[in-house]
């Protein structure tokens, strides 16, 4: 999904890659201005959205020790029965306010506690906020304020060209519950991607490095659909995500992975060799 905020923001901030390292700072020209209404607008129009009602929990750090790695998981506690259809992250001053859109297949479960983790990086001092839309089509969230700053801008202190070594690998792991009868399990994908957004400067040349990163995500679960995930360059360096499905013959994922390049990754959970 396409913001006209977003668009805006991104041409701001290609004004600003081709101005000086001072200019940079000059991002966050409206630190205190809700942009909210805004992205709610664009993203959901006028559709009512229900907050800080239980249906779905935001967890962030209460103290952040870096702001380009800053971990955050969202979860449908077992009170919730309906099944999701999407999961919309957003982070209001970042360059580019929405981390990722996740929706959901039939493999994604139902019952039990659900969720979804990964690590972001946050731009200026804002609200975090997960919409969570259950399939009768009722929108949900829950908010968080970040007290962090410059995770998109801070300057790569490794070379680029090391960086970017072995770009693509894909591990997939399962877990199972500690009960048999839990209907549900949890996934783990892990990325090695620099995931850069075209605002970090490269130590050795003091240049800005090029935009690359991971747009899309699609993982099923013995070949159904647990989610597909669009992101945006508000994911950090080495896309970590954490997730539940629903329990199934086999339990086994299979990853696929496209970035802004075009270049495609893969990944399973499988045995190698298995079929």
């Known amino acids: 999904m396409t913001y006209a905020f977003n668009t805006l923001s991104r041409t701001l901030c290609g004004a600003v890659l081709a101005a000086s390292i001072g200019a940079l700072a000059m991002v966050p020209a409206h630190a205190d201005e809700d942009v909210w209404p805004i992205l709610r607008e664009q993203a959901?129009?006028?559709?009512?959205?229900?907050?800080?009602?239980?249906?779905?929990?935001?967890?962030?750090?209460?103290?952040?020790?870096?702001?380009?790695?800053?971990?955050?998981?969202?979860?449908?506690?077992?009170h919730v029965k309906d099944k999701v259809k999407s999961l919309s992250i957003f982070i209001d001053k970042n360059p580019d306010p929405k981390v990722a859109t996740l929706t959901f297949g039939?493999?994604?479960?139902?019952?039990?506690?659900?969720?979804?983790?990964?690590?972001?990086?946050?731009?200026?001092?804002?609200?975090?906020?997960?919409?969570?839309?259950?399939?009768?089509?009722?929108?949900?969230?829950?908010?968080?304020?970040?007290?962090?700053?410059?995770?998109?801008?801070?300057?790569?202190?490794?070379?680029?060209?090391?960086d970017t070594a072995g770009m693509g690998k894909t591990i997939v792991r399962t877990f199972a519950p500690a009960l048999s009868s839990n209907p549900i399990w949890q996934g783990q994908v892990m990325i090695k991607h620099p995931n850069h957004n075209g605002m970090q400067l490269d130590i050795n040349t003091a240049k800005f490095i090029p935009a690359r990163y991971v747009k899309e995500v699609t993982v099923e679960r013995d070949g159904e659909l647990v989610f597909k995930l669009d992101s945006t360059f508000s994911v950090s360096t080495n896309p970590n995500f954490r997730f539940t499905f629903a329990k199934g013959d086999h339990n086994e994922l299979d990853v696929s992975v496209v970035d802004t390049d075009g270049e495609k990754f893969s990944g399973t959970s499988k045995p190698q060799g298995g079929s």
């Open 44 to 78: 959901f129009g006028d559709r009512p959205i229900t907050e800080e009602d239980g249906a779905v929990v935001l967890e962030t750090p209460q103290k952040i020790e870096d702001a380009a790695i800053v971990p955050i998981t969202v979860r449908i506690p077992p």
């Open 106 to 162: 039939p493999a994604a479960g139902s019952g039990g506690e659900r969720s979804f983790a990964t690590r972001v990086r946050v731009d200026n001092f804002s609200h975090a906020r997960a919409v969570l839309e259950l399939e009768d089509g009722s929108l949900h969230m829950a908010t968080k304020f970040l007290s962090a700053a410059g995770g998109c801008a801070a300057m790569q202190a490794k070379d680029p060209d090391a």
